[in-house]
């Protein structure tokens, strides 16, 4: 079976339209993808690099660009009016739900994503964040408890050290093998690179 | 007939790219490009942009992605060993053309953008430049004159501030009417957009 690594992080508009897209592309591509979280923030850090939002003529554009990708995806989005969101936690969730139930981390990134891009909601309330996961079927307390946990913070760190390791300055990035490719306007490159694989 | 406006300076590896599918994007979609020449840095400066080569990893990368759609479009293409390379003069050349001899302008944006992106050249040099502008038949002496005169000063300052105001913040930049696209990875985009006018 061929597999692909998708790098992602839950504030990113990016990399919220390329993981609506990823079911098609497996199933056209009879490949798995591997889901990445990691800290997008912390990416910035490693790198230098910057959100294109601190360039305001250029995230005024690509909230534009995102939103031409979004209608020819059929998706739902909108820009949220409380970005950018601190994600640490988030996907200190998302880490935690692999190592522990992995079969349920799916639908998280999935609520995740959709509070952020298409109901707009500020989930750095912790009610917000709270209810979120309940309506999903997630223990906010169990929940918090996992982000907490040593091995939950050193395995998002993990990821995101790895991440720059490989070249990955942005979100989303994918790997096929020791091709990278940025953006979720590649995935067209993505879904090339992984027939020829 | 139908328009589109095309932003570019020869700096841009990107603009390059784009300027090569122009031909093939006017004859698909019936449509002629209005040649935009800008001062990138002018851009950069106004918008507080930065070329994706400051940050290393970017860099590294763009060029790989760029190097991509070449191969697609059956180009050569190479990195500059001398980038960034000050296109002041460059770009004023292609104004005072325009003005002044505009039958010869697409030529010599031809000869500029394969100088610097498939010869590899240090255009910063005048000897080099020199011989560049000789080899097409273009008079060096004729052209820093030109490049000296107010009017192509200010024909360069006016469409770079025409660019700013209009929500460019880098390079290549397509209008299809008020439709706005960044990148020589939309080309498709442009294409859609004049099939739709």
């Known amino acids: 079976m061929k597999t692909f690594d998708f790098y992602f992080d839950f504030g990113s508009p990016a990399a919220y339209l390329a993981f609506t897209q990823i079911p098609k592309l497996e199933a056209e591509t009879n490949s798995t993808v591997n889901y990445k979280p990691m800290l997008l923030g912390g990416v910035f850090q490693a790198t230098g690099n910057h959100s294109p939002a601190t ?92 982000c907490g946990e040593q091995s939950t913070k050193d395995g998002l760190k993990a990821i995101t050290e790895e991440a720059v390791a490989r070249g990955v300055f942005g979100a989303p990035t994918f790997f096929v093998g020791g091709q990278m490719f940025w953006g979720q306007d590649r995935l067209e490159w993505v879904q090339e690179a992984l027939k020829n694989q």
Chains 1, 2 share one sequence.
């Not at 950018?84 to 200190?92: A, D, E, F, G, S």
């Open 55 to 146: 360039i305001p003529a250029k995230g005024k554009y690509t909230f534009i660009d995102f939103s031409r990708f979004a209608k020819r995806y059929g998706i739902p989005f909108q820009m949220n009016p409380h970005f950018p969101i601190n994600t640490l936690m988030l996907m200190r969730g998302a880490v935690g739900l692999q190592r522990t139930h992995p079969e349920k981390c799916l639908t998280y990134c999935d609520a995740m994503f959709k509070a952020i891009w298409v109901d707009s909601l500020n989930m750095n309330d912790p009610v917000v964040l709270g209810k979120v996961l309940s309506d999903k079927g997630f223990n906010p307390t169990d929940m918090m408890a996992l």
